[in-house]
């Protein structure tokens, strides 16, 4: 009878603490790293590796990934494959499977699982967009077909090892990439932050420190560049999920297939030429950047000079404040009930004017077609001899610096 209890006590102790009999930090560093190895998952593997082609993974880490995106995830690696890319093809559009642009914040933040489900049903999404992904024995008859069977062995383990605060654990690695991912990165990653580029899209930088969701918070760099493994792109800004890849890389584990062009400024030619045309468009979006800067520059100038003749309280002033947040932005990023603030801007600063109407003159060398190179030579020439003889210090040194590009 005695030995009864006994059996019985054990496993009355092994249910309610586990096998491990963990203390509460260690339930938390457990489901700390198993969440962060779920994140790295999603971003090296299906996001960058997998949808968009950016690196290549060894056997090793890919399997590896597979596996833990199944008992972590449950998701599908062709389904996410396919729901992304369309995500990438029809963006902030009605047939955009998640924008909130389209459907709104709100449902983004509740709904946004059941979007991606339904979307991730869709066969001819899956047809179309799902090409180039995993295909082998195990793919098809374990993870695809049993693809729910995986997220119940995580709770298995979860609870032998910890007893019943393991159903906890679980709650919270489950809800991980849905909270994460789709609330997050799908949801204010196309609503609200900051850009560093003004890409055809809402995508927006949730945070510089791509840490607590592997570099995915990087959303507008991810959108400008989709093809790059690297997210970050700028001195302040860090890509944990690249950290990783470039270890992986060191150690034969990984190949880096593209990463963010970067426009490098050697000596000015004495005209602009085919290799600056090449050098211009290839990294035209951190050119526009540096152009907005120079156009915020330009306002907040004047605004400094407003306000020390003391005229902060003056129309002028007041206009200029908007312009400072607008201006640089596309016509179509700008809000209808703001433009015609940003019109008596520019009214009221002839420089002001010329700057904008400069930038849509540059813009204009990579969005036109059926042009020949030599042509957008002489385009590009005639735009750097224009702004050079406009008077305007910040078009001359602008123009400087692209006759200095090189690709």
Request: hydrophobic fraction near 45%; include cysteine.
């Amino acid at each position: 009878m005695d030995q009864l209890w006994q059996v019985h006590d054990a496993v009355v102790q092994m249910l309610s603490h586990g096998l491990l009999e963990a203390s509460w930090w260690q339930v938390l560093l457990y489901t700390l790293v198993t969440t962060h190895l779920t994140i790295c998952g999603v971003t090296i593997f299906l996001h960058r590796a997998q949808a968009h082609r950016a690196l290549e993974l060894h056997a090793i880490p890919s399997h590896f990934f597979r596996f833990w995106l199944w008992i972590g995830t449950g998701m599908v690696t062709k389904e996410f494959v396919a729901v992304h890319r369309k995500h990438h093809a029809k963006c902030e559009t009605e047939e955009d499977p998640h924008s909130p642009q389209v459907k709104g914040l709100k449902a983004l933040l509740l709904t946004g699982v059941e979007l991606y489900r339904v979307e991730a049903k869709n066969k001819e999404t899956v047809a179309k967009y799902g090409h180039n992904t995993p295909d082998d024995w195990i793919e098809r008859n374990l993870y695809t077909r049993y693809s729910w069977q995986g997220v119940g062995l995580m709770l298995i383990l979860n609870l032998t090892l910890f007893g019943a605060i393991g159903a906890a654990v679980w709650a919270v690695q489950m809800a991980w990439i849905p909270v994460m991912a789709t609330g997050i990165i799908n949801g204010i990653g196309h609503y609200w932050g900051y850009r560093n580029f003004e890409a055809p899209d809402a995508s927006t930088n949730v945070s510089p420190w791509g840490v607590l969701i592997g570099g995915e918070e990087l959303h507008n760099n991810h959108h400008t560049y989709p093809t790059s493994a690297k997210f970050s792109v700028k001195p302040y800004e860090f890509d944990v999920g690249w950290m990783y890849i470039r270890a992986m890389e060191k150690v034969g584990l990984a190949r880096v297939k593209k990463v963010p062009p970067k426009l490098e400024l050697g000596t000015a030619r004495p005209v602009a030429d085919g290799k600056t045309l090449e050098a211009v468009i290839a990294n035209r979006y951190e050119v526009m950047a540096r152009y907005a800067n120079e156009l915020k520059a330009a306002v907040g100038s004047e605004l400094a000079r407003l306000q020390a003749q003391g005229a902060q309280n003056s129309a002028r002033f007041r206009n200029l404040r908007v312009a400072k947040t607008w201006l640089h932005r596309d016509d179509d990023k700008i809000p209808q009930g703001v433009k015609p603030t940003l019109q008596e801007a520019l009214g009221e600063s002839p420089q002001l004017a010329k700057l904008v109407a400069m930038r849509e003159e540059l813009r204009a060398l990579w969005t036109r077609t059926g042009v020949s190179a030599e042509q957008l030579v002489a385009d590009l020439q005639a735009w750097c001899r224009k702004a050079e003889e406009s008077g305007i210090a910040a078009l001359q040194e602008f123009s400087m610096k692209l006759r200095a590009a090189h690709a």
